[in-house]
């Protein structure tokens, strides 16, 4: 489009002529365009592209993942249990059990966060700390 809103003509469009746009007015001192495309970042000298997790620790932390979200999930549904208990004077999980999910529930987002942002065995023991928090909540709130 030109300034005045005209669709511009083809043979300006395949000269490279732009209203908008001309190159020796936008240019810097070193002849390159500040508004134009960013050049590539250069690499890393000597150290190539940044190394990924191998599969199994990869596989670690996204089913940790999941037992966090279940832990986060539990929690949720302790706490409505013993909300509406309190409301309709029945006997909801008590206090130590809601204390209990909510301990969990910070001891497991620190752990997988703490995976999240960690490579190689540090990924893999954070994500052990979020399966042994899920186990213990499990075998002593639920299963007890």
């Known amino acids: 489009m030109t300034t005045w809103g005209r669709p ?7 000269d490279g002529y732009d209203d908008y746009h001309a190159d020796d007015y936008y240019a810097d001192d070193s002849g390159r365009d ?3 495309a960013p050049t590539a970042a250069p690499s890393r000298p000597g150290r190539g592209a940044p190394r990924r997790d191998g599969l199994v620790v990869r596989g670690l932390r996204a089913l940790s993942g999941v ?4 832990v986060i999930v539990l929690t949720v549904v302790v706490w ?3 909300y509406l208990g309190d409301k309709r004077d029945f006997p909801g999980p008590g206090s130590a059990s809601l204390s209990a999910h909510v ?11 703490f995976a999240d942002r960690r490579r190689g065995l540090a990924a893999a023991v954070g994500a052990g700390v979020v399966y042994l928090t899920g186990a213990v909540l499990m075998f002593t709130q639920w299963w007890g």
Do not use: K, L
């Open 8 to 14: 511009a003509r083809r043979h300006d469009r395949a």
């Open 67 to 70: 037992v966090c979200g279940a």
């Open 103 to 113: 301990v969990a529930v910070v001891v497991v987002s620190a752990a997988q966060v």
């Open 34 to 36: 500040p508004y134009g």
């Open 80 to 82: 409505a249990a013993q």
